[in-house]
């Protein structure tokens, strides 16, 4: 009987440390990972990274020199004052104010030309042409000896010499010539000679 109870006591006993062993290891698996868990969890691999967008094209390259700019321009050098200009001298009259002619007897005549005049006085004017007077500077025409002609240049006037006297017409002398141009070689003919007169008429 005495062994019973002993052998009944010791498997009491046994169960009681293989229950107490087995409390001990659920409570021990469930605080703390088993190492191959541990070891799992330790050797985890880091999240792969996301994959770098693609490069993108460079920008073309913008020069960072800037054209040299021209120089600045000299200030202009003062200019020397001008050389004062030397007194004006009496300049030789032109031509035209040489022109040797009677003076007009009114005013308001003017000169039409000795074309004009050749249309009635062919004869004279062709004399006249040949002479030095149609050459010499300045020239002498019909109206340097007779006057303008514009108002006795019509027929009707020239018919009559005291109308065309009136209108202008001037017969010249030996006072004019020699106060003119002819004051030392003077001769008496010479206003016979300035041109030919149709039919034998006077002078002038």
Do not use: N
Not at 114 to 125: I, S, T
Not at 137 to 145: A, G, R, V
Not at 167 to 182: D, E, M, R
């Amino acid at each position: 009987m005495r062994r019973k109870d002993a052998l009944r006591t010791s498997i009491l006993a046994l169960a009681g440390v293989v229950g107490m062993m087995s409390m001990t290891a659920c409570s021990g698996s469930q605080e703390s990972p088993a190492p191959a868990q541990r070891e799992a969890a330790t050797t985890t691999q880091p999240a792969e990274p996301a994959p770098a967008p693609p490069p993108s094209e460079p920008a073309p390259a913008v020069p960072t020199t800037q054209a040299e700019a021209p120089p600045p321009a000299a200030p202009p050098e003062p200019s020397a004052p001008a050389a004062p200009e030397p007194p004006a001298t009496e300049a030789a009259a032109p031509a035209a104010a040489q022109v040797v002619e009677v003076p007009a007897t009114k005013p308001g005549l003017t000169r039409v030309g000795a074309d004009k005049c050749k249309m009635c006085h062919k004869v004279e004017y062709e004399s006249w042409a040949a002479s030095a007077h149609a050459t010499s500077t300045p020239k002498l025409d019909c109206e340097s000896c007779h006057g303008p002609g514009s108002e006795y240049k019509t027929m009707a006037i020239m018919k009559d010499p005291d109308k065309a006297k009136a209108a202008g017409l001037v017969i010249p002398g030996k006072s004019f010539c020699t106060a003119s141009c002819h004051a030392k070689d003077w001769k008496d003919d010479m206003l016979e000679r300035a041109h030919a007169h149709k039919g034998g008429a006077g002078q002038g």
